[in-house]
């Protein structure tokens, strides 16, 4: 396996301009765009169908950088990132997130999913994919408010010195984060619907669903603060969960408590106002593959209860006031009247609800909202020299993130909006031919995380969504 110094070393290396041979600059004033892939005897998995879709889209597109992106970017996840084998006579599939050896729920579901719909063509691409359900049921059985793991169930994290938590072998990372959960059911439920297929779904399954919506409950937080609490030892603000580690007070009204976002920052206000949206979505498709696969209505209508009674809360008390774009959705509140305006670019974020299948893209307050979030008002919107975009508390201020970028254009009913947004991410790769977590408004050259491979199989799913949908887009 290629170790993460080698990867940075032929992948990251930053030049004023492209990565490019020396001659390669034709006569005729075009560039020939070198891959940035490993070579094939290095690539971790290889997929006959990603094959043939990196080929055919290639071919399709007249800028040939976008289609140089895009041939780096979209299997990046499967060239780098994945380590599968058979274990028990199960696939398992083990997925780091890039520069950091250790698998996540949220970022292992999301690597993943835009090859979700090659699977039919691909019989070993489908094995891969169980494996990573086979492998989150694992994760979630080891401990389900864990939110990154890794392979060697005997590894200690490096956090164990620092986190006041209940750290187990095995866990990277202990950050209560409510889409951790998420993750998994979306992963599975994708899964089931393309394929049929129910192997990966058996009690150990059902018993991960049963975890998931213990948790779910506890982090409602009706009988006091819960088992869960985390405090570090570190001056990253953004690491610290106050009050002896369970957050700030939050009013039991039936919303779900998390303690972290997905960017792995802890929240101001308990109630994370997209999470549980996701949450929602998530309960709602475990109650029907409970309900069809294990028939058992019981546990079955639990999910709905809760979906329904969270579903109820959020009517209530996720949609504010903004003296300027009307009713929209906060990003956090706390049951008592307090709210926080905001967005961040990781996902599930307020931008990327119709995304992932929790709010129409048709909902006017998601409209009023998505209009605030692109704008200055958004305390984490900036725009500069090199373009615009929703950043990260997680990376600071200035710091764009092509995430944010790829949900603006995955969202977008609006042809010129979607074409700039491509624009953006073809000027914004710093000259590497990858995505990165973010880049600063002014330089794209300074940027973060030099291998995240979320970043890029997104941008890959972008591409394949606009080439199947409004080709046209792609070669304006």
Not at 5 to 32: P, S, V, Y
Not at 105 to 115: F, G, I, K, M
Not at 172 to 184: A, F, T, V
Not at 372 to 384: R, V
Request: glycine share 6%.
């Amino acid at each position: 396996m290629r170790t993460r110094k080698d990867f940075i070393q032929t992948a990251g290396i930053l030049t004023a301009g492209l990565l490019l041979k020396k001659g390669n600059l034709l006569t005729n004033g075009f560039m020939e765009f070198e891959s940035k892939r490993p070579p094939l005897a290095e690539r971790h998995f290889t997929s006959d169908a990603v094959e043939a879709v990196i080929k055919e889209i290639k071919a399709g597109l007249k800028n040939k950088e976008l289609a140089w992106l895009f041939e780096n970017c979209y299997p990046n996840t499967l060239d780098t990132t994945v380590d599968f084998s058979m274990m028990n006579g199960q696939p398992d599939t083990y997925v780091i997130t890039g520069d950091i050896d250790a698998m996540w729920l949220r970022d292992s579901t999301a690597q993943v999913w835009p090859y979700l719909p090659l699977m039919k063509k691909d019989a070993k691409l489908q094995q891969l994919v169980a494996g990573v359900i086979n492998r989150q049921v694992k994760c979630i059985h080891l401990d389900p408010y864990a939110n990154a793991f890794y392979k060697d169930d005997s590894k200690i994290s490096e956090w164990k010195a620092t986190d006041i938590t209940d750290m187990k072998p095995g866990i990277h990372e202990r950050k209560w984060e409510i889409d951790s959960l998420c993750y998994p059911v979306r992963l599975a439920y994708k899964y089931w619907k393309l394929t049929g297929d129910t192997t990966p779904f058996g009690s150990q399954w059902k018993e991960a669903i049963q975890l998931t919506v213990r948790t779910f409950k506890e982090q409602q937080r009706k009988k006091g603060n819960g088992p869960y609490h985390f405090q570090r030892k570190t001056d990253w603000a953004t690491d610290g969960v106050p009050l002896v580690g369970y957050g700030y007070p939050a009013k039991p009204v039936g919303l779900i408590c998390s303690t972290f976002r997905p960017s792995d920052d802890a929240t101001l206000f308990s109630f994370l106002i997209p999470s549980n949206f996701f949450a929602v979505l998530s309960l709602r498709q475990a109650a029907e593959m409970v309900n069809q696969i294990h028939h058992d209505a019981a546990m079955a209508n639990e999910c709905t209860q809760l979906a329904n009674e969270v579903s109820s809360a959020l009517k209530q008390y996720a949609v504010t006031t903004h003296l300027q774009f009307g009713k929209v959705y906060a990003y956090e509140v706390n049951g008592f009247g307090s709210y926080h305006l905001m967005d961040d670019a990781n996902v599930p974020s307020l931008l990327s609800m119709p995304y992932l299948g929790a709010v129409p893209g048709t909902d006017p307050v998601y409209q009023n909202t998505r209009r605030f979030l692109l704008s200055p008002e958004n305390p984490f919107f900036f725009k500069g020299k090199a373009a615009e975009g929703v950043g990260s508390p997680h990376t600071g201020l200035d710091l764009i993130w092509p995430m944010g970028i790829i949900q603006r254009a995955l969202t977008s009913t609006n042809d010129a909006e979607i074409k700039k947004c491509i624009q953006l991410l073809i000027a914004t790769h710093g000259g590497t031919g990858f995505m990165h977590e973010s880049f600063h408004k002014d330089d794209p050259k300074n940027f973060t995380r030099k291998w995240f491979a979320w970043g890029n199989t997104i941008f890959g799913e972008l591409v394949m969504s606009i080439y199947h949908k409004k080709p046209g887009l792609l070669n304006t």
